[in-house]
């Protein structure tokens, strides 16, 4: 079973930063892709930023680009989550997914990030 870890929330200023990190363990398996989503308090989940290991490909939601960036390695199924230039509606629990070439997604427990004005 595949497992993913994340860290780096927390409270910051509006216009601070946070480094969200997040790695996968467990049994063997492939990822195409990993990426953030995250939810604020009684709204769906959203899209943030996702990264495709082979092709490289970055992709953001309109509300963060510019502002947010996605790195990762592939060797470490690690990927993070730069946030810059924090906004209060930034405020969520952000979550980690995984997109396992033949296990469909995979979702981390969740990380805290709340703005503060």
């Known amino acids: 079973q595949v497992q993913l870890v994340e860290s780096g929330g927390g409270l910051v200023q509006v216009g601070g930063s946070l480094r969200l990190s997040c790695t996968a363990s467990g049994q063997s398996f492939s990822a195409d892709a990993m990426g953030w989503f995250r939810q604020a308090p009684g709204m769906e989940r959203e899209f943030v930023a996702r990264m495709s290991w082979r092709a490289g490909i970055r992709i953001y939601a309109d509300s963060v680009r510019g502002r947010f960036t996605i790195t990762g390695d592939n060797a470490k199924n690690s990927v993070y989550l730069q946030m810059d230039s924090l906004k209060p509606e930034d405020t969520a629990v952000y979550y980690c997914?995984?997109?396992?070439?033949?296990?469909?997604?995979?979702w981390g427990q969740g990380t805290q990030v709340t703005v503060s004005s």
């Open positions: 997914m995984l997109d396992t070439t033949s296990d469909g997604r995979k």
